[in-house]
């Protein structure tokens, strides 16, 4: 495991590139890249991006901004959900395999998710803020089909930059630690969001906010 540090530091490597997806994401190009997992450098992950395209017949620059896309987002969780393992009102779920929940917080088990503030959102950062769980339902609802779908609780860190590149808040892993251990530290489970997304079940949600 990378500290945190290093990890920063090889996230802040993709910044020199723009942030596009060519493709919606599908599990069939992402079962081509899912070295992302075992990958912690950059530099080793540019010629393996080059042995995929040759392996598996693809474009080059969709495969290439698909992949770095992938690898970007995976390490900064990686970095978020370690961030709250090591603080002490938090306890890390032992079973690596359940995708639903991460950690649990006075008692709460939590997923988290690190998201920039999305572009098709049609309020304002003002608006959002003032009814997070108009933006929670949003973001419940417009959340990726993938393999982390899920309608059960979860902590929303959202990035927002006032210069609009949002995305590249994600390897501010410094400052977002600053942000995380704050919100935990003053967690109240009665400002959490309760939405009724399944039957039978309601779903805490809280948002985090890291602007800058």
Request: charged share 25%.
């Amino acid at each position: 495991m990378l500290c945190l540090t290093d990890i920063e530091i090889e996230l802040k490597k993709r910044l020199a590139y723009k942030y596009v997806w060519y493709r919606k994401q599908n599990d069939l190009w992402d079962s081509y890249s899912n070295f992302i997992y075992q990958t912690k450098y950059w530099d080793a992950l540019i010629p393996q991006i080059a042995k995929g395209v040759s392996d598996n017949q693809l474009d080059k620059k969709e495969f290439f901004y698909y992949t770095i896309n992938r690898w970007y987002n995976f390490w900064s969780a990686v970095a978020v959900e370690f961030i709250f393992s090591e603080l002490p009102q938090v306890v890390p779920q032992k079973n690596r395999k359940d995708r639903l929940v991460d950690f649990a917080l006075q008692g709460i088990k939590f997923d988290h998710k690190t998201t920039r503030f999305p572009n098709r959102y049609k309020h304002s950062l003002n608006y959002a803020k003032n009814n997070p769980k108009d933006l929670i339902q949003w973001l419940y609802t417009h959340q990726s089909n993938q393999q982390r779908r899920h309608f059960d609780n979860r902590l929303f860190i959202v990035v927002y930059a006032n210069n609009g590149e949002h995305w590249k808040l994600k390897s501010e892993i410094s400052w977002l630690k600053d942000i995380i251990s704050t919100y935990v530290t003053k967690f109240d489970d009665a400002k959490l969001t309760k939405l009724q997304l399944q039957p039978h079940k309601v779903t805490y949600a809280g948002l985090i906010w890291a602007i800058k």
